[in-house]
């Protein structure tokens, strides 16, 4: 589709989350001469928004597993005894790669790592680095498609096909050319993706901002004088700040994906003995042929969880913005 | 994997039990009549080349490149059956003159080249003039170009730089580029693009994106007729996918596979592991010209470093114990030349390194580990940070790819205003591997005398240098002995590189499989391999 | 809820015989798992060959009975009693294939929007036939049959439109097409729920003349829903007034219409501007407060919040079905109180027009690009308002109407040549050029509310935004002005507080009229600012703006598709077509005197809540292109009055018919006066290209 | 239609063209120095320059831009760095077959279950079933295929040993052999697009069903049956068209986690090869080529979409 739809256009499985559905005819109470209270009426709508999505299982799984890991990047101590770079020792001597058991609940890495902490430590970095990047990314992704929707014309045509053409590369290939040229930093990744994300997030913002830009408030506001900065910032911005939460969610699972994948080719930065789900998938699958799967899979299995957390999140507040 | 410094030749006598000078070379039947040809071809899983180099003999630096390039072209001495050099190959007897300056090397007769040629001494007086221009590690200092005389077509005579007794192995299997390719092959030309070595096996197909390649038998070679009828190396980037292949036969033999993520292979029945001697070992090098590790004044902080690793935790965790344990210097024990009284074997000790940390003055040290990201290195450094840490040595790994490792960390390449630091701005910490060579020369020579073409540590000192020749030119055990030995003791204590362990060589097949030899540069021999 | 089988209704007749007999349906919507009552106790019954119209406000539930008439109901629908009978037969019981049987060959739907009811990937004939296919037809057969339909529904070019894709017509072309496939199988009952609801008032004359023909040609039964009571008089013959999901009076239309004997229905008819009454004769008639939403509980009478004549009886009990004689009933306890109900006084008898032009437009013309050609969407326009003034714009839809009123307020920037002043003063074309007193001398009320308002900011703040924007006054003082102007606009300030989203549609557009004043501005445009709005609300916004234009002076260019309502409120009225002004002239004279041929079949267009029947001069064909007018006088291809050889050839100068009343056109006052003869000829739909 | 297509594609090229630019500038503001990759560490200073002069690095920016544009123009990137002797194209085109038979395979896999899926989800909506779908899909699609990759090797490959744990093809296999060794990846494909194609088909389908002029057919008294399939499907498969054409873009070239898990050859896995090598020439044609066939397959999605749609023909505009 050539047209400004919303059909993601990008390797964005999540991208779905924003397809169209249809509208539930939500009868939202309008006051009239009956004598309702404003701001009751507004808590009003947002309880019953909670309420709604309280009463969501997917919610509240998503929600559940997202503290569980936020809990864990927090505070990994809270979960285990042993620490992201130390060998579990019994009797004083080590243990590598052995499977699930009680002094090694997810089993011993290639050096005798406990799983279980790896897991819980992995959660700090992935998190950090996704979050940062989706924030960036979505804060200037917003700016962007504010500016070009808003003023359009022949900057909005050029900023519109290098869009085009940065999308029609996937987005791990191009962070792959980045990563190498740039070197490899904790800043150099974060910006990376985010610049990335940011083709997919001014492309969301500016259909927002163009559908916005037709209605007659903001004709209104020019008429009155009201100069373009004013118009776009205080105007447009507070009505697209709902697409661009639902985006935030969205591209935060993305950049989780991203990260975990950069990881598990060896891109990131920092110590490569830190605890980091992609990269110890990386360093550890080899073993699974050999059937220590332990040390490979539960990092597979913490980065599908992550992401599904924040996805059915997404989802979720996706489907109250819209009702 | 990249195996840059493993990819030097070797030096001397193999095994270091066999006195470098002649070795009774039978004529031309060295080589045993072949079983009954019993057909049809095996596949190994090789470890995928490195493209950079391509199938140029001269140039490759990779195992997979070796094994492959090895089936068609053959070396001047072979390997015999204890794992020494052997005439196995093409020459058929050598001898030194009285000072060792001077080699001849007697060719065998009625070699065919594979498109229909004749061997001849011309030959490998080009290929070695080749290797000389391309700097190769074992032989640079050793003969320069036109070092070969080639007036008899069978006989190839050497006239080297300086006396050497250890000659014949730096034209053996042991140095894995010298090879013997045609006159008129030049510097650069890839098997794959003219298929015509001497050896048991043409090369058939190539096929690059997998390097995977494929041979039929060499009808006319002059070992007779291979039982097999074709042999397929098939290219496998990881050592875990290739083990799974071996594990799940889809290949009959596995180049090289490690204990990690290999225990299915050690365990299985079915399977028959070839574990050549070997002194592969871990330079874990410390920069001795620049930065906090640096020359006399940090002496001590490498040491309370070295005696912070816990080698038997390394050997056990990364190897299951399948190698040795090393003692900062990189003689193996069985050489006859290593003394096992000159130094106390180092082993761990938090509370020595803790004090040697103190009486140097130094409270912290925050340090990277630079390593590629190749075989067990990762975990190894994963392993020295943890044993590290409780020191107070604070280490951070830094794992990057081969190629940004090797260009960057290890060997930067050579300072432009002092040629004596050939790997200017190295890292000042970090893992190098070194595969088997039969005689340490070049685990000394270019890793740690002065401007040795791998001195990561640039590292430079007189004495050792001197030592190191003595070693070199002495024609004893003896005199080896004495030279060695106080290499040993320069190295345990100025430290410019540390060593913990050696391990061994892991290579094998299907129990179906027999007659294959390999060694530990990763060559497997199929020549005389068959398949029930 | 059971109600005593009125008299009135068990006159009509058997309901196993009509073509469609809904009886005690009773509907609700279930929304977030509570079901919520739609539908009371609704019953009403179409004989064969009969209209039935049903009328009421949004949301109302006349869709709703639509669909559940053709049984084709929402997931969420659950119907709760009664029974919908076709021709006997309970559709509410019918088997899926026995639904489908009575869907392809007894009964069809016409509804709103004919662009959205047409599968925009398949080609029109594939569509039209497969109702033939249907039938069993094979594909050649159906296509054929498509043909004939298409002709049938007087589509000129069947075979031509039988190729194209439903983008490539126009609405009203769409319509016939729609209804084509609606007659396919010859259905007894014909549903049609505002058909015309969207098209140009000619066009929707040309789709009703349709509609009546069929009718009389295939004599269904028809159930029309619409907003506009002058199309169900007109259409209809029975009448049903439909108020929260219950009807509320049934009867002969033209007997309801003139003498509604329900609040209600009364309430509607004032509300609407009709019989010519003018702003200066009275103001319009409002019905105050909202419709109660959908599963509001309503034991009594369900109008009595906003009935005039309630009392402590119709808050206690169910009003009863009150026969008024010949079939018409009403259900309300005060039946012999309508007369209570009044039409509202006169509150302005004096309008105090100026006779300076505020602002004046000299030659504007306005001419866009697109895809490569020219558009010219106003050609050089001149227009003067007085101050105090209202200044209609009529014209059918793509005439240049919005153009002009954008191109004043410098959203568009006219060609060169052209001067836009205000007092006098010229302005800069573009509104961020202007100085601002220009700025606040001219603001807008937009037709859409919804847009015109931003979602996420509070009443206080649109209007206080505008209010120190525009003006000097600031801080407390500004508060206070918002206060006041929210109460001059009857806004509570309660509502300074809430956002758009929870107002009503009405009160929205007078915070949309609050905003337009806050400049104190000298021209107010409204581009159809009521035509989003029902009846009732419109009837006070319209209340509203002649009184606010009467203390302010201010003046209005009120475009509008309403005729009733330009009447009411204009002082003069412009007719537009095709860019140009093709008439101009003060409000008494446009009604009295003759008229631009272009005006007079406008003005004929227009189907009368009062019945005053005229002869209907058909506008043939569609309204040509901007992009490459005809030649001569633009009006000439579907001229009445065409002059052979010299309208298509010169473009006749404006002419000044009486003092200020001045047309574009060749004929004299005489030529203009003679009556057109309406030939019955078929006016066929062509296919513009 | 003509008209359209040519248009489209002459767009299509516009955003080439600027994503040429990109990856020029990208690579060449990598930090190493590629005669000196070429020449190897112990090369000499002059054939380092020698190989700077005959590579044209030293040319003016401009100059070298002009220079690939033509290579793409004429299709040849010269040779490789990293494996000199090597044409770029012969490097690419086995990967680029490889890929496409991957990619193939899993569509052929994923678009019947998960298209069948999204119409049943849409059909029963807010039912169970629905809502299972729904998020089934949300959460396969929320893994990244190299995970779901590793899961089903462990579980299919290594654990139950049903199909080949890694993709090394014997060459010369037959058809079947060569699908069953694909058939692992080609799942992991699946699992990631299942949940994702289904919900766009799903969202699709509903606004398809909600739509006027489904009501239109169903008051012709069409059987649900056919007007789902004579009047929904055509209009609610346009954004299930549209996004399979961009997925296939880039599962072309996106796979790199999958294809180092199953040692498989593909584009992705040489590109990210060529760059750590790096060999500017092959990750310029490699990226390219990922961009190319992204354009082909969204040409080719629009195309269908035109055709199944003719609004869509008139809509090119707003791109
Ligand atoms: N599927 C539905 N679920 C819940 N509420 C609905 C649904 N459809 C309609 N409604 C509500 O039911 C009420 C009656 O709707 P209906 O469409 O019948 O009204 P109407 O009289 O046709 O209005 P209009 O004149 O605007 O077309 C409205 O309040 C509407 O919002
Ligand atoms: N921005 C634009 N670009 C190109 N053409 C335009 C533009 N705006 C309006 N037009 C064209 O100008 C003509 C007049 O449009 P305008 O909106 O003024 O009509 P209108 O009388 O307001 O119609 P309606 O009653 O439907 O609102 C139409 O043919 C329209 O297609
Ligand atoms: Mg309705
Ligand atoms: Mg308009």
Known sequence: ???????????????????????????????????????????????????????????????????????????????????????????????????????????????????????????????????????????????????????????????????????????????????????????????????????????????????????DYVTSAKLRGENSLFVMTREILPNVTGVAVVELTVRIGYAIFTVATLSFLGLNAGDSSAADWGRDLGKQYDTIQAGQWWAAIFPALAIALLVIGVNLVADSLDRVNKS | SDDEPSGGGGDTSAGGTTPPATEPAGGGDTTPPPPPSSGGGVVWANQQGDANSGLDPVNMLDLGTYNVCSQSFEYLVGLGPDGNIAATALATDWSPNADGSEWTFNLRPGVKWQDGSDFTSADVAATMDRLAAAGNAGLGGVIEEGAVDASDPLVAKFTLIEANGNFPVLVSIFNAQSLIAPADYSSGTTLNERPAGTGAWILDSFDVATSTAKFNRNPNWWGGTTPLDTIELRGFADIGTAVTAMASREVDGVQQFSVIGGEGLLNDGNFTVLEPPASNHRQLWFNWQQGQFAGDEARLVRQAMAWCWDREQMLSTLFNGRGKIANDHPILDSLPFYDPDIVPQRSRDIDMAKSLLAEAGVDSVNANIESGDLQEIPQLAEIMKQNAAEAGINLTVNVQSNSTFYGDSWCPGPSESDPTLPCDNASEFGIVDYGHRPIPDIFLGSALATGGVWNSSNYANDEFDQKLSEYRTAVDVAGQKAAISRIQEIVWTDLPASYAYFYSFLSGHDSSVSGVEVTSLGHCILSGASKS | MTVTEPAGIADRGDPTTAALAVQNLELAYEVRGVPREVLRDVTFQIRPGEAFGLVGESGCGKSTTAYAALRYLPDNAVVQGGAVLANGVDILKMSTGELRDFRSSQASMVYQDPVQAMNPALKIGRQVAECYQILGQSKSEAMESAGDALRRVKIADPVRVLDRYPHQLSGGMLQRVVIAMALSGDPKLLVLDEPTTGLDATVEAEVLDLVRDLREETNAAILLIAHNLGVIRSMCDRVGVMYAGRIVEEGNAQVVFDNPEHPYTKGLLNAIPRSGVRKTDRALFTIPGNLPLIGTPLPTCVYVDRCPLADDLCRTEVPPVVPVGDGHWSRCHHIDRMAQIVEPDAQITEYDIGTDNVIQLNGVSKTFRQRGHDVPALVSVDLGFHEGETLGLVGESGSGKSTLAKTLLGIHSPDSGGTITLRGREMQSKATDRIAESTRAISMVFQNPDSALNRMWTVRRILKRTLTKLTDVQGAEADRRVEELAEAMRLSPRHLDMRPRQLSGGLKQRVAIARAFAGNPDVVVCDEPTSALDVSVQAAILNLLANLQNDERTSYLFITHDIGVVRYLADRIAVMYLGRIMEIGSTDVMFSEVNHPYTEALLSAVPSVDGEAENRIPLTGEIPSPANPPSGCVFHTRCHRVIEGLCEVTEPAMQELSPGHRIKCHLTVEQLSVPVEITEAATLATLAD | ??????????????????????????????????????????????????????????????????????????????????????????????????????????????????????????????????????????????????????????????????????????????????????????????????????????????????????????????????????????????????????????????????????????????ILNAATAPDFPLLQAGVITVAIIFMLCTLGADILIAYMNPRARMNIKES
């Not at chain 4, 005669?35 to 002059?46: C, I, K, N, T, V």
């Not at chain 4, 831009?65 to 760095?81: A, M």
């Not at chain 4, 799903?202 to 008051?219: E, H, N, S």
């Open chain 1, 1 to 215: 589709m050539s047209d400004d739809s919303d059909i993601p256009l990008e390797g964005d499985p999540t991208g779905g989350v924003a397809a169209s559905e249809a509208l539930e005819t939500a009868a939202i109470p309008q006051a009239d001469d009956v004598g309702v209270d404003a701001s009751t009426e507004r808590k009003q709508v947002r309880k019953e928004r909670r309420q709604l999505l309280l009463r969501s299982p997917g919610f509240l799984f998503g929600a559940s597993i997202l503290i569980i890991w936020v809990l864990c990047a927090a505070v990994p101590s809270w979960f285990t005894k042993w620490g992201d770079n130390e060998v579990v020792r019994v009797d004083g001597s080590v243990i590598p790669r052995v499977g699930p058991r009680a002094d090694a609940w997810f089993g011993t890495d290639k050096i005798g790592n406990d799983v279980f902490a790896r897991i819980i430590y992995g959660a700090r970095p992935v998190l950090i680095v996704a979050v940062t990047a989706a924030v960036l990314a979505v804060a200037a992704g917003t700016l962007l498609g504010l500016t070009v929707g808003y003023f359009r014309g022949w900057v909005d045509e050029i900023v519109g096909r290098i869009i085009e053409a940065l999308l029609s590369i996937p987005v791990i290939l191009l962070a792959i050319m980045v990563l190498t040229t740039l070197g490899r930093s904790q800043t150099v990744i974060i910006l990376t993706i985010a610049v990335l994300f940011i083709p997919v997030v001014t492309r969301t913002v500016r259909s927002a901002v163009l559908a916005e830009a037709q209605l």
């Open chain 4, 1 to 270: 239609m003509l008209r359209y297509v040519l248009r489209r594609l002459a767009l299509s090229l516009i955003t080439l063209l600027i994503l040429i630019a990109v990856i020029f500038l990208l690579t060449r503001v990598f930090p190493s120095d590629p005669a000196r990759q070429l020449a190897g560490p112990f090369g000499s200073q002059e054939r380092v320059d020698q190989l700077n002069a005959d590579l044209g690095l030293k040319d003016p920016m401009i100059t070298q831009f002009g220079r690939l544009l033509r290579d793409v123009v004429t299709l040849d990137f010269g040779e490789s760095y990293s494996q000199p002797g090597e044409r770029v194209l012969d490097l690419i085109r086995p990967r680029l077959w490889n890929s496409a038979k991957l990619v193939l395979f899993a569509l052929v896999l994923t678009l019947p279950i998960s298209i069948v899926g999204g119409i049943v989800a849409a059909r029963k909506k807010d039912t169970l079933l629905d809502r299972t779908i729904v998020n089934i899909g949300l959460a396969s699609s929320s893994i990244p295929e190299f995970v779901s990759g590793v899961l089903l090797q462990y579980v299919i490959g290594v654990r139950l040993g049903w199909l080949p744990a890694v993709t090394n093809i014997p060459e010369g296999s037959s058809i079947i052999t060569e699908l069953r060794y694909l058939l692992l990846p080609a799942l992991a494909i699946v699992f990631v697009y299942f949940g994702y194609i289904a919900r766009i088909t799903r969202a699709g389908t509903i606004t398809a069903l909600d739509a006027d002029y489904t009501r239109t057919a169903f008051m012709k008294g069409l059987s649900t049956r056919s007007v789902v399939r004579k009047h929904v499907l055509r209009n609610s498969l346009q954004p299930t068209v549209a996004v399979t054409g961009t997925q296939i873009g880039y599962l072309f070239g996106g796979l790199v986690g999958l294809e180092v898990v199953f040692n498989y050859p593909g584009l992705g896995l040489l």
